[in-house]
């Protein structure tokens, strides 16, 4: 009898430690601790971005800056390679530069953006939303406004709107591309796209990071 009750005492003694690592795992989801965990790797996924944006050669080179490449600009390249492959690259590479010059408007939004994180956000996450998603939905649209009217006046400053149109000039492509009788590439067009590519590359590769490091960091979190 007495090896019975020893038994039993062990096996309730290992569901305890069992419950009670339950218990932690999801107490410290919804800690401060818990919480930095999160911020710290998004905040490494943005310096990440950053450092690529800063970099024309490394904005050029980097994948997830190309997929999200949208696809009316897409479009429009595809047609100048016919016409004027170098242009293509011009453009490119004027974006790449102007890129460059949003890198101190987008980081303090995205900065107090994670820094507004909290144990709702968590939760979701726990619950199979991406903590990049979450950062997403938080900036998107306000990255895009913010940086659009530097992106035009780079991209006024290098010219390359009206490249564009004088080597287009006297077709009827960008009327099919854009739609309606559009006859020119409008700046704010361009500008408009070209920031979108920009936002939407920041996040690509603040995802591509999490993915990367989430197992390692958030661990912790049943992640």
Known sequence: MKKYIIAAALLIGTGAIINTT?????????TDLGLSVIKKLLLNGINKGMGIYGNKDAFLQNNMVDKALPKELRDINSTLEKIAPSLVAKERDYIAQAASYTVNISRP?????????????????????TATQIL?????????????????EQLNQYGIVKTINTALSGSNLL????????TTVNSGGLSQLASEQMVNGIFNIIEDYEHQNSKALLGPLGK
């Open 136 to 152: 997403k939905e938080k900036t998107q649209q306000q990255l895009v406004t913010a940086i659009m009217p530097k992106v035009e």
């Open 109 to 129: 939004i995205l900065e107090n953006a994670v820094h507004s994180l909290n144990a709702q956000d968590v939760n979701r996450i726990i619950k199979g939303t």
């Open 22 to 30: 339950m218990q932690s795992c999801t107490t410290l989801a919804t």
């Open 175 to 182: 009327g099919s591309l854009l739609g309606g009788n559009t």
